[in-house]
């Protein structure tokens, strides 16, 4: 389809910067036409390099800040612009902070749900030191000069790049990494090559538990084939007395999902152990955490505070993982009950339920929308629900649940303000948005998370 405007590719324009997408990019306009400019900021004027057209707005390459916003900061990473699993370390963190109110913002003015112009959205709630606080890295395997690596994908490319300190980690997991890697080079382990097809080593996962120390390796390999296995397990663990877990996940496709449904016990514990308040978790390799523990606290007690949980309350628990946002609030209300379609997950719920020694919840395998129904046709009738599905937001059969058999309470912890406004245009049919509350869970980066209290309306 013919483009509306007439600028080319090469073609260098300065404008002026109005906001920031929802990647964290600047977007401006020249002669009406959107122009999206990644590393520029609101208030800035600017000199960028067109790079991609389409029929509505094209994308260009920053070339020069004319003028200044007075939020830049210099990145304090050397392969930020590099690397893309960043995309807001030249913004302050003041800046950021207000950047994610305004996508939920943006995001709500798209899809307006039922009065979203008066919808309250609060203040982004924050870090004291927005740095070293994701505690589980997952870093693709390539091979650069003979020798083994370890990084993420530059964005839009297959060009790994090499990552050997990340200031958003935390240092254990970047100290097991370095471990791992540097053995896989001395034991010569093969490493996996997509357009080949051929080798076994793709990615390494390390996840450490922020208030116990316990870290757990995982190697996600082609095949069940690991050479040198004993002697790998044996240095590991000499070198990096805090593992007590190291796991090996065949994931034996091309697909982009990460890790695949076989997972081996190499050594040590099936799981690690941390803990968030009082409560421990055991975490096998593929269930879900929050990767900012700290935040997490924050977010779970935002959740607490949108439910205001009475001692007779039932709560359900949906896309419950491991249990921990309704273990959080178990010995405040009569019962919760919790789903998940992973079965890991399920079974670490029910063992992080008797570890804390509540006896009022119950942990089952499957969809919301087909144990709700069911529940609820056994005489089970909660008085709130917590939903915190995946980016992709709400299953549409879920949304459907909830409307047909609503309750008085709803929680939406999402994680995607795009999915969370889609949603909220059929969830405010029958419920009322009380406000909206962000909170950092990913400083430096473009990425949201918002909990939304909703309540049934008269």
């Known amino acids: 389809m013919k483009p ?10 300065t404008l002026p910067i109005k906001r920031l997408g929802i990647n964290g990019e ?68 003041a800046g950021q902070l207000a950047f994610k109110v305004d996508i939920v913002k943006q995001a709500l003015a798209k899809y307006k749900p039922q009065g979203y112009q008066k919808f309250k959205l609060l203040p982004a709630k924050g870090m004291t030191s927005p740095w070293n606080y994701r ?98 397990m044996t240095e590991l663990r000499e070198q990096c007395p805090e593992l007590v877990s190291i796991m090996q996940n065949v994931q034996p496709t091309k697909s982009s999902v990460i890790m695949g449904e076989e997972t081996m016990r190499l050594w040590g514990k099936e799981s690690l152990t941390d803990t968030l308040g009082e409560i421990h978790f055991d975490l096998s390799a593929r269930a879900f955490f929050q990767l900012n523990p700290e ?63 509540v006896a009022n919840t119950l942990y089952e395998e499957g969809t919301a929308e087909t144990l709700i129904p069911a529940w609820l046709k056994s005489g089970f009738k909660p008085d709130a629900i917590v939903v915190a599905p995946p980016r992709t937001g709400l299953d549409d059969k879920l949304i459907t649940t909830l409307l047909n058999f609503p309750s008085q309470k709803l929680v939406y912890i999402s994680c995607n303000p795009s999915t969370l406004a889609r949603d909220l245009v059929k969830l405010t049919q ?25 309540v049934l309306k008269s």
Request: proline content about 5%; overall charge positive; glycine content about 6%.
């Open 430 to 454: 029958k419920y009322q948005v009380v406000y909206l509350q962000s909170v950092d869970m990913f400083p430096q980066t473009a990425r949201a998370e918002v909990v939304a209290k909703l």
């Open 26 to 93: 600047g977007i401006g306009y020249y002669k009406k036409t959107v122009v999206f400019v990644p590393g520029a900021l609101p208030a800035e004027t600017v000199t960028a390099e067109i790079t991609n057209t389409a029929r509505n707005f094209v994308e260009a390459k920053l070339l020069k800040v004319n003028k200044k916003s007075s939020e830049r900061v210099i990145p304090p990473c050397p392969i930020y612009e590099e690397c893309g699993g960043c995309q807001l370390q030249h913004l302050s963190y």
């Open 4 to 13: 509306q405007h007439s600028l080319k590719i090469k073609q260098k324009v």
């Open 135 to 232: 505690n589980k890295l997952q870093f693709q395997l390539g091979e650069k000069d003979g020798r083994v690596i370890a990084g993420l994908y530059q964005p839009n490319s297959h060009h790994l790049v090499e990552i050997t300190d990340c200031l958003v980690q935390q240092p254990a997991t970047m100290k097991v990494l370095k471990v791992a890697v540097d053995l896989l080079n001395k034991y010569q382990v093969p490493i996996y090559d997509e357009r080949r097809n051929s080798g076994i080593a793709k990615t390494l996962m390390v996840r450490t538990g922020i208030n116990t120390g316990e870290t757990q390796l995982v190697f996600i390999t082609h095949s069940k084939k690991l050479p040198n296995k004993k002697q790998l």
């Open 295 to 357: 935040q997490t606290a924050v977010l779970y007690e935002e959740a607490r505070k949108a439910l205001e949980p009475k001692p007779e309350d039932r709560i359900i628990d949906a896309y419950c993982g491991v249990g921990t946002i309704g273990l959080s609030l178990a010995k405040k209300v009569k019962e919760v009950r919790g789903m998940d379609t992973i079965p890991a997950a399920i079974e670490d719920a029910k063992k992080n339920a008797l570890r804390l020694g």
